[in-house]
């Protein structure tokens, strides 16, 4: 069976320029979640959904970052202008009925911004 | 302070060796913890689930101590292949909390 997919897997960009984050859960999950992931803070959860709906973006740094969950299987993490500190691995997560059960990670996506 | 922490490690033991980790959270509500492990520049994996009452699977062993706020991890008999990082997670009201990660490598 297909885990979560995400792409691109990496991905090197130059300040200002916009990134776009893909992410497909594993079918039949309805909680999605974006984490990022530096060497400096660890694993933070950015946003998530639940039933395609956003649930808590509190996590999401600020205006600069948005995401969306058209569907049930598609999700994308959008940063613009990027910056520099926004250089991290990006994962995504899904789970069966919230964030209080086992969630699957999908491989990240590395981030650099020059 | 942070809502979970960790001793980021790392943690050098040679194969058969026990080893313990320990992880405190700040929140007395947490309602759900688990242990995840992270190899190197792969995803997180749930490694086990923390109930209550203890938990085994295998050489490891998990213990939740609710009145003092932490939460344990012990591997029995480590391999080679334990080498990971070990992420504590604290969950309260959906709100997943992860620790930095504690480092363990196992060597011959």
């Known amino acids: 069976d297909a885990g979560v997919i995400q792409s691109p897997r990496h991905e090197v960009t130059e300040m200002g320029q916009e990134v776009t984050l893909r992410c497909k859960p594993i079918?039949?999950?309805?909680?999605l979640f974006w984490y990022r992931q530096t060497m400096m803070r660890g694993l933070e959860l950015l946003i998530y959904?639940?039933?395609?709906?956003?649930?808590?973006d509190s996590g999401m740094p600020e205006d600069r970052f948005s995401a969306k969950m058209p569907n049930a299987s598609f999700s994308t993490l959008k940063i613009q202008p990027s910056e520099p500190r926004d250089s991290a691995v990006y994962f995504c997560?899904?789970?069966?009925?919230?964030?209080?059960?086992?969630?699957?990670f999908g491989p990240g996506t590395r981030l650099t911004v020059l | 302070r942070k809502e979970v922490e960790q001793d980021p490690g790392p943690f050098n033991v040679p194969e058969g060796a026990t080893v313990a980790f320990n992880c405190t959270y700040s929140?007395?509500?947490?309602?759900?913890f688990f242990w995840y492990r992270q190899d190197c520049r792969k995803e997180p994996k749930l490694l086990m689930s923390?109930?209550?009452s203890g938990n085994e699977d295998g050489r490891f062993t998990a213990q939740l101590n609710r009145a003092s706020q932490y939460i344990s991890l012990l591997i029995r008999d480590s391999k080679l292949s334990d080498s990971a990082t070990y992420l504590c997670?604290?969950?309260?009201?959906?709100?997943?909390?992860f620790g930095a990660g504690t480092r363990l490598t196992v060597k011959p």
């Open positions: 923390v109930y209550s």
């Open positions: 079918s039949g999950h309805n909680s």
């Open positions: 929140n007395s509500a947490s309602q759900s």
């Open positions: 959904f639940n039933n395609n709906v956003p649930i808590d």
């Open positions: 997670v604290v969950n309260n009201n959906n709100d997943m909390r």
């Open positions: 997560a899904s789970s069966f009925s919230g964030p209080g059960l086992e969630q699957f």
